[in-house]
């Protein structure tokens, strides 16, 4: 016993060895994938006039997730705040970005209630959309659109319901056997929807009959919110958690062509995560899209071809204007990128970690956006910050405060900028 004890003290009394050599850090970039330098340039600009919007229907605007230059007044103030539900948890979050149509801001809380606010931040009415057998802890997530005179809600509990956008009636509600947290998309007489099981639907606005169904590949990870689909005159644009993006024909639902958002970030866990973070987004005949993990693409909106590929994770839809694609990236980073060839123009640092201090580091900024809108680009964060940047040269040009911080998109209707925050509640600024 006691020859034990010497051992363990003889043990305990050795110095560290001390390899020499340089000191890598572990969540650095590996050999094979090295970082991307590129001075700031103030490169030159074309920008369309910021043209006065009175609806935000869809996310990113419309249908193509697309609606290039809005009207904004060029300081921006906040006007009023209202409460629009349950606010963030640990488990629940607020995830849904909110839509704009008829003098009307809609929301969807972190417990599946649908809101109604007026433009000038009165409550119109609410609608509870948790299913009787069901509590409304045990799901978060959702999406919203507007169309065909009625508002889609899909939601978390596996449902897509349809509301009277003036007194929240439901119309009808089609159950799934998946969680649908992704926004719908809708025009004419069908509503889009992809669920969470690697699977897609074209249901009838009126009744909510199933006019067809198609086969994704499923996936064992996907990201809360997901990644809405797009339409372009001819095809619907169909993300899945799988990584692929599929067209199909928006009257007879047969594929087009099926494109593959390819590589990932190495040496970074949410790498190993595939689903689509950058929605589809329609510019003319390109579409642009990308996953968080490390791959953004333009593709050929009628092939599918890839126009280019750039290293670079999206954490949200690009925004393609001017010649130039604009987008968050996975480093914290607002982005300019060449329209043609996905070569980085600039990129600037945005705040990284909500607590800067060492041993503090537990939580990460989640930037929303961006948006440009009055000539700026608008970024939301949930660090209690909005912040606008110029579109030439990315500079800093002005921010304003979010209380308790952002937790939605931008999305700007009759030049007026709405946002959720975490708390709940829906902020206007003009």
């Keep these: 016993m006691g020859l034990i004890a010497g051992l363990a003290l003889l043990m305990a009394c050795e110095r560290e060895l001390i390899l020499e050599g340089e000191r890598l850090d572990l969540r650095a970039l590996t050999v094979s994938e090295p970082a991307e330098v590129v001075a700031a340039r103030a490169a030159p600009i074309s920008l369309p006039s910021p043209a006065a919007n009175s609806d935000w229907t869809h996310r990113g605007g419309d249908v193509s997730h697309s609606i290039p230059h809005p009207a904004l007044s060029g300081s921006l103030t906040r006007v009023w705040s209202a409460p629009i539900g349950a606010a963030e948890s640990r488990r629940q979050r607020i995830t849904t970005d909110p839509v704009v149509a008829g003098g009307r801001i809609f929301t969807l809380d972190s417990q599946a209630r649908v809101t109604a606010t007026s ?91 199933l006019q067809s169904r198609i086969e994704g590949l499923p ?56 689903d689509i973070t950058g929605d589809p987004v329609v510019a003319g ?59 980085r123009v600039w990129a600037v640092e945005l705040p990284y970690y909500l607590d800067e201090r060492e041993r503090r580091r537990a939580e990460i900024v989640a930037h929303h956006g961006p948006v440009l809108a009055g000539g700026r680009l608008l970024v939301a964060s949930n660090d209690g910050l909005l912040r606008g940047f110029d579109p030439v040269s990315g500079e800093l040009i002005e921010q304003v405060e979010v209380p308790r911080g952002a937790t939605t998109n931008p999305v700007v209707a009759g030049q007026t900028l709405y946002l959720v925050s975490t708390d709940g509640r829906l902020h206007a600024y003009r």
């Design 119 to 209: 433009t000038n931040g009165e409550t119109l009415w609410q609608r509870d959309l948790v299913p009787s057998h069901a509590r409304a802890e045990h799901a978060s997530g959702g999406g919203l659109a507007v169309g065909a005179g009625r508002l889609f809600v899909t939601s978390a509990f596996g449902s897509l319901t349809a509301l009277d956008p003036a007194t929240g009636d439901v119309a009808w509600t089609q159950r799934f056997d998946a969680p649908v947290t992704a926004p719908p998309v809708v025009a004419g007489q069908r509503v889009y929807v992809v669920s969470n099981e690697g699977a897609a639907y074209a249901v009838d606005v009126e009744n909510g009959r």
């Design 285 to 343: 005949n390109t579409v642009f899209i990308g996953n968080h993990a490390g791959r953004v693409m333009a593709l050929d909106t009628d092939s599918g071809s890839p126009r280019w590929t750039a290293r670079e994770g999206s954490n949200g839809p690009v925004w393609p204007v001017g010649g130039s694609v604009f987008m968050l990236n996975d480093r914290g980073e607002l982005v300019r990128l060449d329209g043609a060839t996905g070569e």
């Design 219 to 274: 996936s064992a990870s996907a990201v809360a919110g997901g990644a809405a689909p797009a339409l372009t005159s001819r095809l619907v644009l169909l993300p899945f958690a799988s990584g692929d993006l599929v067209a199909t024909l928006r009257d007879s639902g047969i594929e087009v062509w099926r494109q593959r958002v390819a590589g990932r970030r190495q040496g970074q866990a949410y790498g190993l995560v595939s």
